[in-house]
């Protein structure tokens, strides 16, 4: 099926870029835990935290060993005496030059804490202050999440924690091949909602668990920074204590529906939005095949699956029903503030 800007070769050919980065990850990794440590801690601002947020949602269904995920930005001000030189400190910027990661890494290094993780390249700001730096300059959202599993479960297999790391990172060879089925399966309806709601003036989007970080990360990053559409991330649990009360015909509800042990919330949600207003989306991860992968990886799996959908197809309708460009910013990025 032809997908509007979508070039399936550059992207099978950048999935397997991501994936030849496997053992260099793991090495480094494997060196990290063959030495004393007491914690984990992920840093990230915006994008880039709601892309760490269903790594660690995901860790901590398999361990309870101290794992935290810090706003970059809340980092530089907060107190910070739950971290320690035995802290293994990772983040990411694609650009490599994130304002707030770059605060952030010197903070760390000033305190006499190396920081690991991900740019795009060697000549990056934030390259330079790295320790072994990984290279990767894909940016679609299933690549870092991709890599950043790589971290996270790897930590949790040396631990003896996720014991399956093998078959699911042997598996995950493939996963962009089954994510452009995905994004195939659902085209057909990314055209028609865009075609539906582009223009509305407030929507609200629910969300939970493992996919509460990328629900957030599509209406913050993509609708609001990318589209200027007025939007409302909300979790499922919370749509209950103050948000219920906006629904109505006049305001869309997009429903994502995941797989992990949040689901019946989810579910509760779609209930609701169904008897009160006719304009909602109903969006669940189930109803995607992942073929040659195990079902019980389907919940790490799932973030992907929303990015595909979503950040990845339904923005590209959104911009062409808005006729806003998904590269126009008037303030991000613009200038120093």
Known sequence: MAMRNFKMEKYLQDGEKTYALRGEIEKVVDELTAK????????????????WYPVIEVAKKYTDFPIYLENAAEFMIKDRRHLSDKTLFFTSSASGDTKEILDAVKLCKSNGWKVYGFTKDATTPLAELLTNPIYNACGDCEHSYLIYYFVMLRILKNRGEFPQYDRWADQMKNIFKVLVQVREQFEPQAAEIAKTYAHEPYTMFTGSGVLWGETYLFTMCILEEMQWVRTKAVTSADFFHGPLELVDDRVPVFVIIGEDEYRPLDERVERFVKKHTKKHVIIDTKDFALEGIDDEFRVICSPMIITAILTERLAIHYELNTGHSLEFRRYYRQFAY
């Open 36 to 51: 004393e440590y007491d914690s984990v801690c992920m840093l990230g601002i915006g994008g880039t935290w709601a892309e």
